[in-house]
């Protein structure tokens, strides 16, 4: 009888524990973070996890196996440079959609997962701008795939699961408003949302498709058909963070899952230190995420910052390059990394100044912190906008950055008590 137990209960462990292959195609640190402790926890409750990714784990885990496909080759972390961003240049960038996909299927150990012909019970892969990825359902015999993307809505995926994208008052990806457009603003969210579905069905899925099919075979059937099996997307959005919108059944709004439930880890000890010494005034802390090349900031954008920056009381914690960009202010700590939230949560720290990026405005908004945000690409238009509606930043547009406006901005934040 004993034994018998023992038997069903092992049994019941071995077919309780999926295993699950996540695909996370893109060099964008921001993207993985948001999804990283979901693996991590479905790891910990005995899933099975194999996941691509180009931000491997430090420490290894038991139940998760990296695939490693960074490479210096196609590596962003702090390489990108800060210039003219138009919806153009996202086009280009699924134009370039053939790069992503052969980035990644060409590695051998990509091709081993293809060749090994294991058994995974599902496919986790992200959502952005290709779904050549998507054929590992097929050469894999996987039934049941799961879209994840660290944005909202973008409005490809839309049509996957027929989501609700009424433009007159759902901005998209593309666009850079809140959920009060004007007429001009409709109907321009109204245009950007039919091209941009339209570029990705030319621009990403034609290309990727030949691409796909070199790796997958030729019998792969067409992106319509693979994600016609996509079961349920994640996105990482919120009434309390982004655009209030109706969502088809199969999407669902996962913004602060990065969020450790216990709340921020413990500070190192220089950080909490340094945090902690500056109770009179406090901190402004201003990071421009893991993607921005410092040097690349225009010259008068950094006079203009410098100079607000002398003028506050408050110290200043940047997550910056030194050796990149002119000598800083006294009142300014340099640093390479800091871990974000713990920063944002510090009783101490009184602002964040950011570029728009979606999970430093969570992580405020989550710590109780005001934005002033310097959107510079992709969806940073679209995140500032809605914060700005709620009152809950200030936005200065890269291309009009001056001293008035800047030291203005802080003056506003520094001093409103609400
Ligand atoms: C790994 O999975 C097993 C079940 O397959 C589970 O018992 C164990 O706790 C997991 N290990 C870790 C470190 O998460
Ligand atoms: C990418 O660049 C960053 C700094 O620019 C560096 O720390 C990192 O090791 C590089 N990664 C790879 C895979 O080359
Ligand atoms: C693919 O998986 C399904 C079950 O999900 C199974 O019925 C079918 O036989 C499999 N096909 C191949 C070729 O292994």
Known sequence: MRTSMIVMICLFGTIDGARILAIFPYPI?????VYEPLLKALS???H???AVTHFPQKVHLANFTDVDVSSSSMNWTNNRAVDHFSIWTSFKFMLNSKEHCEHVL????VKQIVNAKEHFDLLLSEIFITDCMLGFAHVLNISKIVGVTSTTGLPWLNSIVRNPENPSYIPNFHSSYSDQMSLIERLYNTAVLLISKFVYRIGSDWISYNT????FGYDLPNFDTLRSKISLILINGHPAVSTVRPLA???KEIAGIHIPISGPKPLPVDLQDYLDSQSSNGVIYFSLGSQIDMSTIPDQVFAALY???EQVPQQILWTCAKGRMPSLPRNVKCIGWAPQLSVLCHPNTRLLINHGGLLGIQEAIYCGVPIIGIPIFGDHFLNMAHVVKKGLALEIKMEEFSYKQFSSSLKEILSNKR
């Open 29 to 33: 640190k921001s993207h993985y973070v």
């Open 106 to 109: 060409d590695r051998s150990e």
């Open 307 to 309: 100079r607000a920056f």
């Open 48 to 50: 099975e996890i194999t």
């Open 212 to 215: 796909a099919k070199n790796y």
């Open 44 to 46: 910990a409750k005995g």
């Open 249 to 251: 059944p199969r999407v």
